[in-house]
């Protein structure tokens, strides 16, 4: 089978997706890009993700041709492929409806950034890109140009991408935004809210990239 590590790999960082209840149902959609061939491996449309073999994970190209595989891939593969073009450095989609990053989504303006979390992922405000039907040209567009250089875009009245290096990567800053979110939420519940500062979540998000984590 083409890439079947690569394959089982999406299954496993969608059984998380469902553990860490970022989604109900078989919401959201998840993919990799092969560095090797270029080939994207990427979720099947509607499939419940606990049945999922590595055969029904489709492979296709980034002319949304499908290379390798009988199902129907999801509706938001152009999204999936158009973040791939985009960005040479992403390897790794994740697409969510986690309930407080789509709450926030369907606000006015983005989402402030209030915890230090959040402002080493994206080193200020996290924006959110325009509503656009699901599974249109047009979401993958204004997606893609939403995002711009970060790792994460909200997507108007529809949920939250998260674009990394890996899909590990990707999973993981999924988790953030959507604690973070969760936090956000709460604290504008209890009052007047401390906003961080732009030139300290840009100072916050260089520090991570620099120093977080294992050499
Ligand atoms: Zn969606």
């Known amino acids: 089978m083409l890439l079947e590590k690569e394959r089982k ?8 997706i469902k553990k860490e209840k970022l989604i109900p149902l078989t919401f959201g959609n998840f993919s990799l890009r092969d560095p090797e061939t270029g080939y994207v491996c990427i979720t099947p449309s509607g499939m419940p993700y606990d049945t999922l073999h590595p055969s029904d994970i489709v492979v296709v190209n980034l002319d949304n041709e499908i290379v390798d595989g009988e199902r129907r891939p999801s509706i938001e593969m152009p999204l999936h492929t158009a973040m791939y073009r985009k ?10 409806h986690s309930t407080y990053c789509t709450a926030w989504a369907c606000r006015d303006g983005g989402m402030p950034c209030i915890t230090s979390e959040a402002a080493g992922l994206v080193g200020g405000k996290i924006r959110c890109a325009k509503f656009v039907p699901p599974g249109s040209d047009g979401l993958a567009e204004a997606t893609s140009e939403a995002i711009g250089d970060d790792k994460v875009v909200l997507m108007g009245n529809h949920g939250v991408i998260c674009i990394d290096e890996t899909i590990d ?5 999924a988790i953030i935004v959507e604690e973070s979110a969760k936090v956000a939420f709460v604290a504008y519940q209890m009052g007047e809210v401390n906003t961080l500062e732009e030139q300290m979540c840009e100072f916050l998000k260089e520090d991570t990239d620099k120093n977080y984590g294992q050499k």
């Not at 960005?87 to 969510?96: E, F, L």
């Not at 990567?169 to 800053?173: E, H, I, V």
Request: aromatic residues 4%; proline residues 0%.
């Open 9 to 16: 790999k999406v299954i496993e960082i969608a059984l998380n």
């Open 169 to 173: 990567k990707a999973f993981n800053d």
């Open 87 to 96: 960005r040479s450095d992403v390897n790794g989609v994740v697409h969510t």
